[in-house]
């Protein structure tokens, strides 16, 4: 249970005042008899009250001063605000500051005995501090080292017969590039057929989704792995060359999403049909009509690799549980807690992408040294020290405080089903269920704003940090108003600025404490400590760029007869809007078909037609795209043409075609 202490060296405000009447205090001597020099300096001190030339005292004669004068008289300042609002005022400062002769909160551990046990153990078996610094150092030793040598078996995987060793590739990695970034007929992206690579994926693929609508044929697809196609073809499953190899492999059943793995995918050139598929927890897309490169995975490539992040957070975890259950050190408990998550979640759990291990290493190390002064501030000057000091509930702190740690550090696996994916306008207006979840989560915190509000109050400390919290929020809504930038909260920010509120020792104050900490390792680790003041480009990501979208005007249609056995489709366009659109560009199946400049030089096209032979009974689909150099803006939505050989006009509003841009989807070029 928590209660307040007794048992603290004092109050942490001022007693209470000394009651008007009360009788003076005569100071004694050691012996307990009073001082005959302070006795007389009081009776002479009544003898003159009591002579008839002594002054007269006003307080006798006067009457007392109201109290709305008092009042008045104290608020003069403030004498343009009506009384009652001052009185509320008044009242609501009194009320936060708190009860008279304010203690701070202490856990009383359950259990005492058991819980203090593993201390008395330390105390009985290592009485002397050196041999529990040789003991911490062989503690750590043996820690580092398993992990090293689990972490160097999960790097290894057997070579592949006429393939050689895989290659290590990201959830993001696909053949073919998004929007125009393959070329015309995309030459860029070739070959299309005759060519594979052995590939290795780690765990966990399913989860990289495509964030922004993605255009694929005459519909768009968000929040879901790129995974086009997977029927049977030639016996095997066949996936556009757009898909995720990834995630195409666990939808094949090639490699395991808890655990990845390896193998070999080959690209197979043209096909006309991806039929939807939904395997291993994975719905594929449908795109009913062809496209210049597939892949496909060869079946028993004898190939062995296994993703070790689940044995690396069992050794890190168990490590960190059994030296929080031994110590009471705060200072021990919170770095050792801090590096060994930091360094799992980074090397294992949620790594940033990289080539290697060894750059991966390169790349946590980088942000490991600032995280550190972080962490020391958190420690030192955000109220972690005052939560962990003093604190003997052993167990109590490794399950509350080290437990809710270690599921914000790994917020990709445990707070996954929160259907918000980033706290931005677009994901809440476009993802399922996102608004509700928001709507239940601000509730929650409202909540526990309430009761941290109250505790602080109970400690005398609720002014000094209300004044904090209104020094974050106006520098928040400062930031909101400078030109050009926009705000953003990230992970390591979020933690940051909540950190101080729970700077207290309560079972609660150790849940939240802990899950911020690990929020921004989390943070840190995966994603850097990127800027709270972002541009809107950078923001923007993949999303629309906002260009203006070409005019087309209704298509001439030639089917083919008797004699000529080719249909072929024309398309004139309006001159471009404005003089910074140098060209355009026209996808047909999501690739580029043709591409044009507004140069006024004799290579300049005005129309585009499009052939295809009469026994193609497929429907295609074309978008249409100013260009600025050799960059595309913002494709209008498809236009169909049917397999009837008709026009179905594209509706209003530009298409996506790009995908999620982190930093880790690229496409493989092949020899």
Request: glycine share 10%; with cysteine.
């Amino acid at each position: 249970m928590v209660r307040l202490d007794d048992d603290e060296s004092g109050p942490l405000m001022a007693g209470p005042e000394q009651l008007p009447g009360d009788s003076p205090v005569v100071p004694r001597t050691a012996n307990g008899h009073s001082n005959p020099e302070h006795q007389r300096h009081y009776q002479f001190s009544d003898h003159l009250t009591d002579h008839p030339d002594a002054p007269l005292d006003m307080e006798d004669i006067d009457p007392p001063t109201p109290r709305f004068l008092q009042d008045e008289g104290s608020w003069k300042r403030w004498k343009w605000v009506p009384y009652s609002m001052r009185h509320i005022g008044t009242s609501v400062v009194g009320w936060a500051k708190g009860p008279v002769n304010p203690q701070p909160f202490r856990i009383k551990p359950l259990w005492p005995i058991v819980q203090e046990y593993p201390l008395v153990l330390v105390d009985r078996f290592l009485p002397q501090l050196k041999y529990r610094v040789w003991l911490l150092f062989f503690y750590y030793f043996i820690w580092i080292l398993t992990f090293a040598l689990v972490k160097h078996k999960g790097t290894l995987a057997t070579d592949v017969a006429g393939w050689g060793e895989p290659q290590n590739i990201g959830c993001g990695v696909t053949y073919w590039g998004a929007g125009n970034s393959c070329g015309i007929d995309g030459n860029d992206c070739r070959p299309f057929n005759g060519s594979g690579f052995p590939f290795r994926c780690y765990a966990d693929c399913e989860s990289y989704h495509v964030l922004n609508p993605r255009a694929v044929g005459d519909q768009e697809i968000v929040y879901q792995p790129l995974v086009i196609g997977g029927g049977q073809s030639e016996g095997k499953p066949t996936y556009r060359g757009d898909s995720y190899i990834c995630a195409a492999a666990i939808h094949a059943g090639v490699i395991s999403n808890a655990k990845g793995g390896c193998g070999v995918v080959e690209v197979v050139g043209r096909r006309d049909s991806y039929p939807s598929v939904k395997r291993r927890g994975i719905k594929s897309v449908n795109f009913d009509s062809h496209f210049p490169l597939s892949f496909r995975f060869i079946e028993d490539a004898g190939c062995d690799a296994v993703d070790t992040r689940w044995a690396l957070l069992a050794i890190s975890a168990t490590f960190t549980g059994v030296l929080s259950i031994f110590t009471s050190s705060p200072g021990l408990f919170f770095f050792s807690m801090f590096i060994g998550i930091f360094w799992t979640v980074g090397m294992a759990l949620d790594p940033p992408p990289a080539v290697s291990v060894t750059a991966l290493f390169s790349n946590i190390l980088g942000k490991f040294l600032p995280a550190m002064f972080c962490a020391w501030v958190m420690y030192d000057r955000m109220g972690v020290r005052r939560t962990l000091r003093g604190l003997r509930a052993q167990f109590e702190k490794s399950i509350l405080w080290l437990g809710a740690c270690w599921v914000g550090a790994m917020d990709n696996y445990t707070l996954s089903f929160i259907p918000i994916q980033r706290l931005t306008k677009h994901d809440l207006e476009q993802q399922p269920g996102a608004r509700t979840a928001l709507a239940v989560i601000v509730s929650g915190l409202f909540c526990i704003f309430a009761s941290q509000i109250w505790f602080f109050r109970q400690e005398g400390r609720l002014i000094k940090y209300l004044k904090l919290y209104v020094l974050f929020i106006g520098s928040l809504l400062m930031s909101l108003v400078l030109p050009g930038l926009n705000l953003r909260i990230h992970h390591y920010i979020l933690a940051l600025l909540l950190v101080p509120g729970t700077s207290m020792q309560t079972r609660p104050a150790l849940l939240y404490q802990g899950l911020l900490v690990g929020l921004f390792i989390n943070g840190v680790a995966r994603w850097g400590f990127d800027p709270i003041l972002e541009t809107p480009a950078a923001l923007r990501g993949d999303a629309n760029l906002g260009t203006k979208l070409p005019v087309i005007h209704t298509p001439i249609i030639d089917l083919a007869n008797s004699t000529h056995n080719v249909s072929s489709i024309t398309f004139k366009w309006n001159d471009p809007p404005s003089s910074i659109y140098d060209g355009i560009s026209i996808l047909v199946n999501d690739v580029e078909r043709f591409r044009t400049y507004f140069d006024g030089t004799d290579d300049e096209k005005t129309k585009f037609t499009w052939e295809r032979k009469s026994d193609l009974e497929l429907p295609e689909y074309f978008r249409f795209a100013y260009m600025e150099g050799s960059d595309s803006g913002d494709y209008t939505k498809a236009g169909t043409w049917t397999e009837d050989g008709e026009w179905r006009t594209m509706k209003a509003g530009p298409s996506r075609v790009k995908a999620r841009s982190t930093g880790e989807e690229q496409m493989i070029r092949r020899r």
